[in-house]
């Protein structure tokens, strides 16, 4: 990859959702603006490296992006008076006018989960156009295949544009119909930005910060919704140990090794302080602030041995119940390790590896590996680590699991 390569990913990461909203709220159409875009980041790519990097390369890329719309409009002959008014209105407008409307971010978010999509294509387009990510990315992040994802990317759009759904918040009344969606999207940008699928960096915090940035806003316009404040309080207990998370050179730092004064006490406490909010509201939690009851044990042990196993083991089974999945059964392994030792907690993973659950996947081989080297199973141990390894789409968490297996 290239420097100029490297740069357009970087600005990509940084500036796509606000660039694909500005299009959006321009065009009245998400799937073109995502197009714009995307047409936008070729030219970048072909003439940055003769002219280099614009100052301010999100307005950059978002006037060539209004141009091409200009340009599809005139060449489709359809200047109605819509259209020369969009075009007068765009020709006025220069680069350093460009200025990034965050509600425009939250009507793209509302826009990409509207009812009319089903719910594999509301999070397939938001983490597309909202998040940034590739394909072979959201691939990962779903555990489903790169076709699949790209079919329910261009289904996605098709159907927005076919039922004219327009780029607008929506009425209050139809909040709770996007709701879930609207939540489930935002806690996988975060967990994309948390620990990256993929690439060289272990976390991409402009990413995880988009994700709190638009809970919160959610929890201003919902005040009265449990899940949004149990999503917010997940978000800012997690988020409050990435000062501890990696070493100055970007290799992890797990949670055992962290230095916990460096966590950040005042996001700790807004995430408590939310989740206080949650309980106040006589609903009880629900699965997000289940998990963010996890993350408040470890915020406040001030060890990793004064961690209460035994409440977080608890959690992870009211947590099953509800929002039953492998990824949360695994981790209730790792809970029930800590508690009771690895030999309970190999049951649980052979269990899910005996049922094929997340195949493909590094967490199960990285989880059994570990149980298996503190049982003393060392040529195991390192067999399940190595082919973690193998698996790990993310460079740094891959070079994490091999120096673990070369230790043993």
Known sequence: MTDIQRTVDAIW?????????????????????????????VDALTQW?????????????????????????????RLDERYRAIAHDLSETTEDEWQPIDDDVVRLVFTACHPVLSRESQVALTLRVVAGLTTEQIARLLLVPVATVQQRIVRAKKTLSA?????????????????????????LVFTEGYAATSGDRWIRTE??????????????????????????????????RFGARVERDGTPILLADQDRSRWDRAQIERGRAALRHVDQLGRGRGSYALQASIAECHAIAPRVDDTDWDRIVVLYEALGRIAPSAVVELNRAVAVSMATGPANALLIVDRLASEGALRGSHLLPSVRGELLARLGRVDEARSELMAAAGLASNERESAVLRAKAAAL
């Open 13 to 41: 990461r940084i500036e796509s959702a606000r660039i694909v909203a500005t299009l959006a709220k321009v065009t009245g159409d998400v799937g073109l603006a995502e197009d714009l875009a995307q047409e936008a980041l």
């Open 49 to 77: 490296p003769a002219s280099g990097v614009p100052q301010n390369a999100g307005a950059w890329l978002t006037a060539v992006a209004k141009r091409k719309a200009i340009d599809g409009w005139r060449r489709r002959q």
């Open 163 to 187: 039922a004219h759904v327009p780029f607008e918040t929506p009425d209050p009344s139809e909040w709770m119909s996007r709701l879930s969606a609207v939540l489930g999207v935002v806690y």
């Open 207 to 240: 990413l995880a910060n988009e994700a709190l940035r638009l809970g919160r806003i959610l929890a201003e316009l919902l005040p009265h919704e449990p899940e949004v404040h149990g999503l917010v309080a997940l978000m800012e207990l997690q988020a409050s």
